[in-house]
């Protein structure tokens, strides 16, 4: 098909048609005219994997490992193959869009999101993030980055006003954003859900219109994330291009009538229904009109990256006396925890997919062991009460009351069940009624945990008899993306071996008036003293004792903080009595932040695997076993406990929020920034992480002691593989300015090489820096600002593992505007 003619095609449209190119179709599509041959195109859900249209329960794909996993591998080029890897997935999904990547920055500990994303740093988000988008551009699939801007946090996240200065905002929270702009040519932007300084992003004419396509140059698309837009007029004015999802509820005809009394003018209204189609165009919707139907393909060479993913993003905190990787005398390898038979490998929300499968850490270390591998999981780690893994069967009626005939019948495999945007057939999502049944024959005796959560009211009865009620009481909670209740939980006694009935009734209409409906049953028994009897005695009889524990895709999850950073449970007992029964005692991490480790000290290893995606087990064996090296450097600063956290500083105001505003009065100095800055030793360093060989580095050298004004500095160094094992080096680049007109932190990341080494290899990394490597945002000139004098070239394994430096002298001031 010839390329179309965009201005043509948007003379011929009438204004209705141009506003309806303003707001999808329905939940993941665009509108299509068919009246001028205009197709629709379809976006999906990232940033680890395309889900497509099913939010679960879909056809399978292939998941890949979260964001903080990938921004630890400090990789751009493997990132981008991870990238091309994705835009096959999106494909296979009828899209032409991945909504990915997330480039917020990791402010504070218990963003629930935090997993979501690549780091605390503003130049490594970027560059991993310009990784991720090329890889997906270059085969045909638009990135959109997200969140614009500062959704830094899931507390009150469709509302709170992130209040922040503009020179934080520009050296920090917009850095990734204009990077993606300007060095990868992102195609499209999402708004986040929460205000900036009184306007919400979407509306927010001073970010999008006067920074984003103004000062960058974006031509891309902008999108409002799901039901964030809130206003007619200021959304379109600001360039805020596309409603999502559809139906409208602030465009449609309210748009058009704005129009006609002159609120908008049509010029802004045709703009916005360009990028429409310019987005269309990009991603091939013209050349091949058409949404294919969803499929799955389970391909050899993306299982084999994201095994490698997960090795290249696992961060070796610790290894003392060399117990990693394992020596291959140890006969009986005792697996212990609650993540030994069960694949923790992405987070929870919009990232969710169905994944091809789940190894888990079990799987992985038995195809690659002949030990004796003898598994306890001895705690739980589960923040809502565990589903029922069995069939549900459900009755769904037309009215909101169970009143009538059932009008269909299903069942599905576990006791969840979300509706995104469609239900079942003939069934509207924001008017009908369920009643969902479970058949459970309790396995033990015991007091057991029965728990409701809905986004939709609710009740349960146990052999008829109601036992929760979050009906009449329902209301919005910290749960499916603050659409759901906070969880109704009661424990309700039952014999072993004796069948109940467990009876969930259902309404869809809430005072949240939006097309995502879900409800979860859960029912446990909790693990008791004798788990952990059980671990400690297994522990005791073999070799090694290799403890597997951490969070899951209801701690690190869209919609909600974590309260602390402790690890739920018993776990932190369970690896104390581990190690005292065992001193050859490895733990191996999966969460999407950092967490209190109280057992640090004696614990000789410790391997941090994030979520790992769908090969997790393998790739968890494979640094274990020595197969791989472990490749990873923390993306963020690791406390030793809350309070060291610049968030945590016991004002409300700057974490959580109060009165419905969140103050970043911390300015620039998040993370390591303000740890080395303020004196606050961390438990592990930003870039920290050790390898299974050793390196030894050569001098700094750089090519000119001084520059001129727009000038640049090369600086280099050698490193050698001096160990017996293969590996991996990152040499990360810091920058300090001693003497500055404002406060500036003690470094600055500016600039990172890794290095893949074979035993006895010397590699040479090579970094070149710009004027912004130096500069400064001036809000009084509005501009970036480097300041003539001295400036400090730092080199080294972590911020806190200088292993050379070198000085550069800027002869005169520089400045460049927004």
């Known amino acids: 098909m010839p390329t179309p003619n965009l201005p043509a095609l948007l003379d011929a449209m009438t204004l209705e048609e141009q506003v309806s190119l303003l707001t999808g179709a329905d939940f993941w599509c665009t509108v299509a005219i068919p009246r001028l041959g205009i197709p629709a195109i379809k976006v999906t859900d990232g940033p680890n994997g395309a889900r497509g249209g099913i939010f679960n329960g879909g056809p399978k794909t292939a998941c890949f490992p979260v964001a903080i996993a990938l921004g630890s591998t400090w990789d751009p080029a493997l990132i981008a193959e991870a990238g091309a890897a994705l835009a096959a997935e999106a494909r ?115 970010l999008v219109r006067d920074i984003l396509r103004g000062q960058w140059g974006f031509d891309g698309l902008v999108m409002s994330d799901w039901f964030a837009e809130h206003a007619t007029q200021k959304s379109a004015t600001a360039g805020m291009d596309l409603e999502m999802p559809g139906t409208t509820r602030h465009r449609g005809e309210a748009l058009v009538q704005a129009v006609r009394e002159g609120r908008v003018s049509a010029d802004d209204v045709r703009a916005c229904a360009g990028r429409v189609l310019q987005l269309v165009e990009r991603v091939g919707g013209f050349a091949s009109p058409g949404i294919p139907d969803e499929r799955s393909e389970d391909a050899p060479e993306r ?16 290894n003392d006396g060399g117990l990693l990787p394992l020596a291959g005398t140890a006969r009986t390898i005792a697996l212990i925890g609650p993540n030994v038979d069960t694949a923790q490998i992405m987070g929870g929300g919009s990232a969710n997919v169905n994944a091809l499968h789940r190894i888990t850490p079990h799987e992985g270390l038995a195809a690659q062991t002949d030990a004796v591998l003898v598994c306890v999981p001895g705690a739980d780690n589960y923040r809502w009460v565990p589903l029922l893994q069995q069939p549900m069967a459900v009755d769904f009626y037309t009215s909101t009351d169970l009143s009538g005939d059932v009008a269909v019948r299903a069942v599905y495999p576990s006791s969840e069940k979300l509706w995104a945007g469609a239900v079942e057939p003939g069934i509207d999502p924001m008017h009908f009624s369920a009643r969902a049944t479970v058949e459970f024959v309790p396995p033990a005796d015991g007091d057991y945990q029965v728990s409701i959560t809905s986004a939709g009211l609710s009740r349960v009865l146990v052999d008829g008899v109601q036992v929760i009620e979050a009906w009449e009481s329902w209301a919005p909670g910290d749960t499916y993306f603050t659409f759901g209740c906070t969880e109704r939980v009661v424990s309700h006694p039952l014999r072993a071996g004796v069948p109940v009935t467990i009876t969930v009734e259902y309404s869809s209409p809430t005072s949240v008036p939006v097309s995502f409906k879900a409800l979860r049953l859960g029912v446990y028994l909790p693990r008791a003293e004798a788990e952990l009897a059980a671990a400690e005695a297994a522990a005791r009889q073999a070799d090694v004792a290799i403890v597997f524990i951490g969070l899951n895709a209801e701690w690190d ?25 065992n001193p050859n005692t490895i733990v191996v991490l999966q969460t999407g932040a950092p967490v209190e480790l109280p057992w ?42 809350l309070a060291d956290v610049v968030t945590s500083n016991g004002d409300p105001l700057r974490y959580p929020g109060q009165g419905g505003r969140v103050v970043y009065d911390e300015g620039v100095f998040i993370g390591y ?8 030793a961390p438990m592990f360093p930003f870039g920290h992480g050790l390898s299974t060989t050793t390196f030894a580095w050569g001098e700094v050298r750089v090519d000119r002691t001084a520059i001129e004004p727009g000038g640049t500095v090369t600086v280099s160094v050698d490193v050698t593989n001096t160990g017996t094992r293969a590996g991996s080096e990152v040499v990360q680049l810091y920058v300090s300015d001693p003497v500055s007109g404002v406060e500036r ?63 550069v002298t800027l002869a005169g001031d520089w400045f460049a505007a927004a």
């Open 303 to 318: 299982r084999a990256l994201i095994r490698r993913l997960g090795a290249e993003g696992s961060v070796l905190l610790k």
């Open 557 to 581: 999850c869209e919609g909600l903080d974590r309260p602390d950073m402790a690890l739920p449970h018993q776990q932190n007992a369970l690896v104390e009595r581990v190690v005292a029964a």
């Open 92 to 206: 296979l999904k009828g899209a032409g869009v991945l909504l990915a990547p997330t480039v917020n920055l990791h402010r504070s500990t218990l963003n629930g999101r935090n997993f979501e994303c690549y780091s605390e740093d503003p130049f490594l988000t970027g560059e991993i993030a310009c990784g991720y988008i090329r890889g997906l551009q270059d085969h045909g699939v638009a990135a959109t980055i997200k969140h614009f801007v500062c959704n830094d946090s899931e507390v009150e996240r469709m509302s709170i006003d992130s209040v922040v200065d503009e020179r934080t905002m520009r050296e920090l929270y917009l850095v990734p954003f204009e990077k993606a702009v300007k060095d990868a040519n992102v195609q499209a932007v999402m708004t986040s859900y929460n205000r900036i300084n009184g306007d919400f992003a979407g509306d927010n004419a001073p």
């Open 745 to 807: 932190p003690a470094q600055e990341l500016k600039g990172f090489a890794k290095l893949a080494l074979q035993p006895g290899e010397t590699g040479t990394a090579t970094i070149t820096l710009g004027m912004r490597a130096f500069a400064w945002f001036d809000t009084a000139r509005g501009g970036w600002v480097a300041e003539a004098g001295a400036f400090g070239l730092r080199l080294g394994a972590s911020s806190r593992d200088i292993r050379g430096e070198a000085g």
């Open 673 to 680: 920034r303000h740890h080395d800055t303020h004196g606050v």
């Open 600 to 641: 640090l000290d004696r614990v000789p290893a410790v391997l941090q695997a994030w979520y790992p995606g769908q090969e997790c087990g393998h790739a968890i064996a494979d640094v274990l076993t020595g197969r791989a090296a472990p490749g990873g450097r923390l993306p963020q600063t690791w406390p030793k406990r």
